[in-house]
Structure formats: C-alpha cells, structure tokens
C-alpha cells in the first residue's frame, strides 16, 4: 500500500511539473546597446514572442494569460518570429489566431514575419488576411521604418521571410529586403525565425542588423543542466544556438535574441524549459 501512494505522488507531482513547464510563463529581460541609435529611442521597449504554434481548440485561457502578462510590461512595439500557427492544419477555423492578434495589436503595434509551420499552412492567405484584419504587419522580404511615435530618430525593421527548401534561399540572404540609402544607414532589427544562419544574416554590409530576433529552437525542447539545449531544428543535438542571447565573434555589436516560444508542436512537453516572453529595452 505505500509503494502505492509513493507511486500515486509521483505521478502527481510530475503532472504537475509537465504543466507548469508548459504554461507557466516566464519573463526574460534585456537591455540591448545598439550604435548609433538616436536618444529618443533609448529605452523603448520591444516585446518578442515565437513558436506558438495555435490550433484547433487552443487553451484561449492561456491566451488570456500571455496578453495580460504581454500589457503588463508596457512595450512600445511587438514582434512575433515565426510559426504563429501549426503546420498542415485542415482549415483555421477555432483556431484562436484572430483573438491573439488583435489582443496584440490592441497592446502595441505588432509586426511578424514567417517560420516554417506558418508556410506549410495550406490556408496562407487565409492567415494573411487574418493578420492584415488584425492590424498584426507582416514583414515578408521588406523593410519598414518604425519612429516609436518619436519626430525624430527611429530604427529599420526588416523581415525576413521563411522558404520552404534551402535551395530557394538567396545569397545573401537578404538579397531581397530592399533599403534606400538613408535606411542602410540607419540602425537595424532583423525578424528572422532561423537562428542557425546568424553569421549569413550579417553578410550584407549594407543590411547587416544590429540586432537579430528568432526562435525556432524551443530553447532545445529539453535542457540539460550545465549543458543546454538538447536538440534543435536546423542544429541537430547540442545546439550551439539554444536561446539567449549572443554575440557574433568578429563583431560584438552584432548581437542575436532567440526566444525559448510559447507553445510546443511535435512534442508536446518542455522539460526545464518553460514557455518565454522576451522584453528587450534599446540602449
């Protein structure tokens, strides 16, 4: 009889675990030195999510808790890299995409670009045209500037956006994001959903960002202490790029964010690796 209650208990508190892995959310701060940006944007703040991977009879209370918590740090702009919704799903109908989108943008302007899952929807200009109704700008190859409100000083946002194979992928890989002059002199923010082409991102002299944000790893979907990430898309075991934040090697400025995601696909478990909100204050 106790081996049973020891029994009853663990499973107990592993259910208990796996939940709270899953949805207790987890708030991660920033403060990010960028050259040469202008006084009125220092301290503004950006709010980066990714991987949430909605479908069909998503848990709309946890969508209420991400934007409450999304409000409560007041950002002046929201960014979503990538795989907003599950790959090959039937159709998008109760899939609460509308609900987090205009939540979002309710919040602060959002922009998003495009991860693989969101691509091999077959209902694209469906999601294109809930995020256009939604007030949610999607970033797909462009460049937009964003002023904060602020009549003077701004930053370029671009967006990169996701391929189905690595053969459709142009060198570089922002070949196709256009800037006029004054932007390429301008500080820039790259969304990309890949973090595992960093270095490919800087290439472009002209276009190279100051600061990338991604996603895409689930921050390894499992983490091992002292070691990281377990495995990532793109990276395979050990993931150099899990989450965090990082540095190019020649050029310290150049700096990347990689979020561990909101929501799971495949797997359906986070092990020592609980859902993120990134909040990245500009210095």
Not at 88 to 114: F, N, Q
Not at 118 to 135: A, G, M, R, W
Not at 257 to 267: A, E, K, L, Q, T
Request: net charge negative; proline share 6%; aromatic share 8%.
């Amino acid at each position: 009889m106790e081996w049973l209650l020891i029994l009853i208990a663990l499973v107990f508190g592993l259910i208990v675990y796996l939940y709270l892995q899953n949805y207790y959310l987890d708030i991660d701060e920033y403060t990010v030195t960028i050259p040469k940006l202008h006084n009125n944007i220092k301290g503004k703040k950006i709010v980066q999510i990714s991987d949430t991977h909605l479908k069909q009879r998503y848990n709309n209370g946890y969508i209420d808790q991400l934007l409450q918590k999304i409000k409560a740090q007041d950002p002046d702009i929201i960014v979503i890299v990538g795989d907003l919704v599950q790959a090959s799903l039937p159709d998008l109908v109760d899939v609460p995409i509308r609900k987090l989108c205009e939540g979002l943008s309710a919040v602060a302007p959002t922009y998003m670009v495009t991860g693989n899952h969101d691509i091999q929807t077959p209902n694209f200009e469906d999601l294109t045209h809930v995020l256009n109704s939604s007030k949610v700008r999607l970033l797909l190859d462009e460049a937009e500037w964003v002023d904060f409100g602020e009549e003077e000083g701004g930053i370029v946002l671009m967006g990169l956006a996701e391929r189905p194979k690595d053969e459709e992928i142009p060198k570089p890989i922002l070949k196709y994001i256009e800037l006029t002059a004054e932007m390429s002199r301008q500080p820039k923010i790259l969304l990309a959903h890949r973090p595992e082409r960093f270095k490919e991102y800087l290439d472009d002299k002209t276009k190279a960002p100051s600061l990338t944000l991604s996603g895409h790893t689930h921050a390894g979907q499992m983490r091992i202490p002292f070691i990281g990430g377990a495995i990532a898309p793109g990276q395979g075991l050990f993931p150099k790029y899990d989450y965090g934040i990082f540095s190019d090697e020649e050029d310290q400025s150049k700096r990347m964010i990689i979020s561990r995601g909101i929501g799971n696909s495949s797997f359906p478990f986070r092990i020592n690796n609980r859902p993120e909100i990134v909040v990245i204050t500009l210095n």
